[in-house]
């Protein structure tokens, strides 16, 4: 049964923080569901009214009750609140039910041996561009999740940005340290070559935009075109000109090694934390 899932009538997201509240966000928005499919819980009841008033959807103080009324349940907690979380919903959730989990470094088996029966359960991490439409999330199924559940969570995750499927939830520690961690890094890279622009000269609000903008359409070039970013960075390096003077400058501080290193390390973080 838990195979031949159809369009989820009621999503329940347990945790409207930051990145359950962009999901709500990005359902509504997009249409994907109405304000009366979906259901939302937080810790504190003040901020439970006030994600009720916000979104115009439903809000519970029992994580238990709002399972019993969904089909898909989104888990948006901190990890260290997924055990006690788990405890709390354990007697509500069936096969019948699909659970996605965000909480980073937690893996699906984890969650799986919390719950009795053959639980679909689908670990998700998405990035906080999430919040401009723009995130990258990446699913991996844990045991008993089928292509079916897949497709639901695809649906929920595409009305927040782009969704890729990784069925090797080994490599989910390289995810989180790509593009969970990804935009920190963009940020860094802009702020510096907006330095770089005030440094020539530039007012600084003007070098942001566009240091950002060139980084934003450089990604977009990548995305759009399919094309190798190397054969991209040739096409717009003249022989003798502007640009290979700056790259020249990039390979001497080493910047290539310095962002392979960057993930590596974070990747061997995330592993470090994981349970
Ligand atoms: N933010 C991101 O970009 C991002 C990206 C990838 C993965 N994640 C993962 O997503 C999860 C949430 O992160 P976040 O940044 O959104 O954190 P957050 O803003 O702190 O949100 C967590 C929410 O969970 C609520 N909560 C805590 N205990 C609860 C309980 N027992 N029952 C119901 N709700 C409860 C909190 O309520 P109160 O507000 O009342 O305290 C809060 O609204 C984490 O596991 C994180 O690893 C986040």
Same mark, same amino acid.
């Given at each position: 049964?838990?195979?031949?899932?159809?369009?989820?009538?009621?999503?329940?997201?347990?945790?409207?923080?930051?990145?359950?509240?962009?999901?709500?966000?990005?359902?509504?928005?997009?249409?994907?569901?109405?304000?009366?499919?979906? #259901?939302? &819980?937080? %810790?504190?009841?003040?901020?439970?009214?006030?994600?009720?008033?916000?979104?115009?959807?439903?809000?519970?103080?029992?994580? =238990?009750?709002?399972?019993?009324?969904?089909?898909?349940?989104?888990? =948006? /907690?901190?990890?260290?609140?997924?055990?006690?979380?788990?405890?709390?919903?354990?007697?509500?959730?069936?096969?019948?039910?699909?659970?996605? +989990?965000?909480?980073?470094?937690?893996?699906? $088996?984890?969650?799986?041996?919390?719950?009795?029966?053959?639980?679909?359960? #689908? %670990?998700?991490?998405?990035?906080?561009?999430?919040?401009?439409?723009?995130?990258?999330?990446?699913?991996?199924?844990?045991?008993?999740?089928?292509?079916?559940?897949?497709?639901?969570? %695809?649906?929920?995750?595409?009305?927040?940005?782009?969704?890729?499927?990784?069925?090797?939830?080994?490599?989910?520690?390289?995810?989180?340290?790509?593009? $969970?961690?990804?935009?920190?890094?963009?940020?860094?890279?802009?702020?510096?070559?907006?330095?770089?622009?005030?440094?020539?000269?530039?007012?600084?609000?003007?070098?942001?935009?566009?240091?950002?903008?060139?980084?934003?359409?450089?990604?977009?070039?990548?995305?759009?075109?399919?094309?190798?970013?190397?054969?991209?960075?040739?096409?717009?390096?003249?022989?003798?000109?502007? +640009?290979?003077?700056? /790259?020249?400058?990039?390979?001497?501080?080493?910047? %290539?090694?310095?962002? /392979?290193? =960057?993930?590596?390390?974070?990747?061997?973080? &995330?592993?470090?934390?994981?349970?």
């Amino acid at each position: 049964m838990s195979g031949s899932m159809r369009h989820p009538k009621k999503i329940a997201i347990l945790g409207v923080g930051k990145i359950g509240g962009t999901l709500v966000s990005g359902l509504l928005k997009n249409k994907t569901f109405h304000p009366n499919q979906i #259901i939302g &819980s937080t %810790r504190s009841t003040d901020h439970n009214k006030e994600v009720g008033k916000r979104f115009g959807i439903k809000t519970f103080s029992n994580n =238990a009750e709002m399972v019993r009324h969904a089909d898909v349940v989104i888990l =948006a /907690i901190k990890p260290q609140s997924i055990r006690g979380v788990l405890e709390e919903i354990k007697d509500e959730v069936t096969p019948h039910h699909l659970l996605i +989990t965000l909480a980073a470094a937690t893996s699906t $088996g984890l969650v799986e041996e919390q719950l009795d029966g053959e639980i679909p359960v #689908i %670990r998700a991490m998405p990035n906080t561009a999430c919040l401009i439409n723009e995130g990258m999330t990446v699913l991996c199924p844990g045991q008993y999740a089928g292509k079916q559940h897949l497709e639901i969570a %695809r649906e929920i995750f595409s009305s927040v940005g782009r969704v890729e499927i990784l069925h090797q939830e080994e490599l989910m520690d390289a995810v989180t340290a790509l593009s $969970g961690s990804g935009p920190a890094y963009a940020y860094i890279i802009i702020e510096s070559l907006a330095e770089g622009g005030v440094k020539v000269g530039l007012p600084r609000e003007l070098a942001t935009t566009l240091a950002a903008q060139s980084i934003l359409g450089g990604a977009k070039m990548v995305l759009e075109t399919g094309e190798h970013p190397a054969k991209l960075k040739d096409s717009v390096t003249t022989p003798a000109g502007v +640009t290979m003077d700056g /790259i020249m400058e990039l390979e001497a501080g080493g910047i %290539r090694v310095t962002l /392979i290193k =960057a993930v590596a390390k974070a990747t061997e973080k &995330s592993k470090e934390i994981s349970h």
